[in-house]
């Protein structure tokens, strides 16, 4: 299976969870690709869910282990629902086996697919609900956001699109948006020009988002519900 090109990032597409089934090397890839793309909403819904820092690092490692063991790829039904909502049952499955147990299992001789980079994490954790069921989502929506802006960059970067990409960037940022003289200035543009700028880039962002939510559905007719859903979680 081919690398995603630079600038976009397949995840938790349904089609790469698939095409796992297609052999040893796609199934690698598409749970590495998952697992990049949730290992952080996962790690905040178990730390809400109460373990402390090392245990939640132990968790998210332990899960994803015992998932590539279970042949999780293999059972994944997309007509079930999003893949968002299979993982974070998973989890729920996991911490109630980990409680009966009373200890963390340890698998895969320290294995990790991915590293985890805890103290930047905690720092995020710090200022994230304290609802684990908010946690996961708020931090899946920052994740399909950072995705989508990172492909909007790779347009500038490409020569696709026109302007100061940097001070159009920071309209997308909360407050830190400068006026519309300031950033007409900054970018050598007329006050008209920069504003048309602008709305092509929202409506380009809109564009990526629906593309990287779309990945994660099967049904394209929940697009507009989970595009819906992210943005009210990435506003509340």
């Known amino acids: 299976m081919n690398k995603a090109p630079v600038g976009r990032f397949p995840t938790t597409r349904w089609t790469l969870i698939l095409a796992a089934r297609e052999g040893e090397e796609a199934r690698r890839v598409a749970l590495e690709e998952v697992l990049r793309a949730y290992w952080k909403p996962v790690y905040f819904y178990v730390r809400r869910k109460g373990l402390d820092a090392e ?6 490692q332990d899960l994803f282990l015992l998932l590539l063991e279970r042949d999780f790829l293999e059972r994944v039904d997309p007509t079930r629902g999003r893949l968002r909502s299979y993982l974070r049952k998973a989890a729920d499955h996991y911490l109630v086996d980990r409680h009966e147990r009373e200890v963390a299992i340890k698998r895969g001789g320290g294995v990790r697919f991915v590293p985890l980079e805890l103290p930047h994490v905690e720092s995020e954790l710090a200022v994230a609900p304290q609802a684990p069921e908010l946690a996961f989502d708020r931090e899946w929506a920052v994740e399909v ?10 347009d500038y970067d490409d ?4 302007g100061d990409v940097e001070t159009i960037f920071r309209f997308f940022r909360l407050n830190d948006a400068p ?7 900054d970018s050598g543009m007329s006050v008209p020009q920069f504003k048309a700028a602008l709305h092509r880039a929202r409506v380009r962002l809109r564009q990526l988002l629906r593309e990287e939510v779309a990945d994660t559905l099967e049904d394209s007719g929940q697009t507009d519900g989970e595009l819906s859903h992210l943005l009210q979680v990435l506003s509340g």
């Open 159 to 162: 020569g696709k699109r026109h």
């Open 179 to 185: 006026s519309y003289q300031e950033a007409a200035a």
């Open 145 to 154: 956001m950072e995705r989508a802006l990172s492909r909007l960059r790779q």
């Open 55 to 60: 245990a939640a690092q132990d968790a998210v």
